[in-house]
């Protein structure tokens, strides 16, 4: 990011033609659809007395959505941590985000999956925040891009509360609480491990059942650790619950530089140096510490985009699709396998849709990319 607001290049608002679809055909299998992703992770559901398991078949036979990323290679679907000593600078950041995801526009050369954005500013009143965006952004707005300043607590109506917000804004990608505290029932029991990750854990079956993304301000402790994590004021029950966790520090609390170790399930762990401009109120990316690994072209995906190029569309079983690229030297069940368990990168890597479907003859696979 420049020292230019944000938004001087685009066209900030957000249509209703770029809402989310939370329909799933009956029998689809497809990667790309939304619903699905409830069920990357068990909820601990039984059937009786007896546990819910899936054989390893079963896991190689089906295909899971994959976890779009909200913010590419930073944040993804479920439930962060985003923890800093008290004025660091967090909710800039926050607001920084959630403006570019709602607003569809690039966080630091990092693409935004485009969706409604709901602040919960718990700490904050209106006339604060229509200061503080006003510095940061002008007088451009994100419509998109909504804001409360009291809410339940998450024992006391507050999961209502988001569900009916979400009702009535069902292409919402972004929940942000600002912060943690604010949502915690008040109990004499608020350091207990089981307390904080039953309070992570009930935001993520929520996340994972709307297929969005919620990230938690919380704050650091004052003891320095030499370990950036172990910094989270409160018990290893909230990281140890959540998707990942941002972790906010400076050297000294005028500093304009900070930095911003992540750590996740869906990502590599990575430090951050960002550089705080203070005309604007922005968050400046300056360098990161480690360069992320790239996994190798696979050789079987591209020889599918390669095919699709030509054809756009494939429809039909494993074996046609072989008899099409005779290269990939496969069994059809070893293809179809293959394909369930690469389906994610394929869609990431070239923007293939894939999908399978039983029927009378058996499965019929579809490839087709995105835009068709």
């Not at 999956?113 to 002008?138: H, I, P």
Request: charged share 25%; hydrophobic share 35%.
């Amino acid at each position: 990011m420049d020292n230019k607001r944000i938004v001087t290049a685009q066209n900030v608002s957000v249509g209703a033609d770029n809402e989310q679809s939370h329909s799933v055909p009956k029998h689809s299998n497809s990667i790309t659809d939304n619903t699905g992703a409830r069920n990357l992770q068990a909820t601990g559901t039984l059937v009786g007395e007896n546990l819910e398991t899936v054989s390893m078949d079963e896991l190689y036979d089906t295909v899971y959505p994959i976890k779009k990323p909200l913010v590419e290679d930073l944040v993804y679907n479920g439930v962060y941590l985003f923890v800093g000593a008290p004025k660091v600078g967090k909710s800039f950041l926050m607001a920084e985000i959630g403006f570019c995801v709602s607003a569809g526009v690039d966080l630091w050369g990092h693409k935004t999956n485009q969706g409604t954005v709901l602040y919960l500013a718990l700490e904050d009143d209106y006339a604060r925040l229509q200061q503080r965006l006003s510095k940061m952004f002008g007088i451009d707005v994100a419509e998109h891009f909504y804001f409360a300043t009291r809410s339940k607590n998450l024992n006391e109506g507050l999961e209502e509360q988001l569900k009916a917000f979400l009702t009535t804004h069902p292409d919402t990608r972004l929940i942000i609480i600002d912060t943690l505290q604010k949502i915690k029932e008040i109990s004499g029991d608020k350091f207990s491990y089981a307390n904080d990750y039953d309070i992570i854990t009930k935001l993520k079956h929520f996340a994972d059942d709307h297929n969005i993304c919620i990230l938690v301000v919380h704050h650091t402790r004052k003891m320095d650790s030499s370990d950036a994590f172990e910094m989270i004021s409160g018990t290893n029950g909230l990281l140890g619950a959540a998707d990942g966790a941002f972790i906010m520090q400076k050297e000294k609390r005028t500093d304009l530089k900070a930095t911003v170790d992540i750590t996740g399930r869906d990502q590599q762990d990575q430090r951050l140096h960002l550089k705080f401009v203070p005309n604007l109120c922005l968050w400046e990316f300056e360098k990161a510490e480690t360069e992320l690994w790239k996994e190798p072209e696979d050789e079987m995906l591209l020889a599918i985009h390669t095919y699709l190029m030509d054809a756009e569309k494939f429809e039909g079983t494993a074996s046609e699709l072989l008899e099409k690229i005779p290269s990939l030297n496969l069994q059809p069940n070893q293809l179809t396998r293959k394909l369930n368990i690469k389906a994610g990168r394929l869609f990431e890597d070239y923007g293939i849709k894939y999908s399978n479907q039983r029927c009378h003859d058996g499965r019929i696979i579809t490839l087709e990319y995105e835009n068709e």
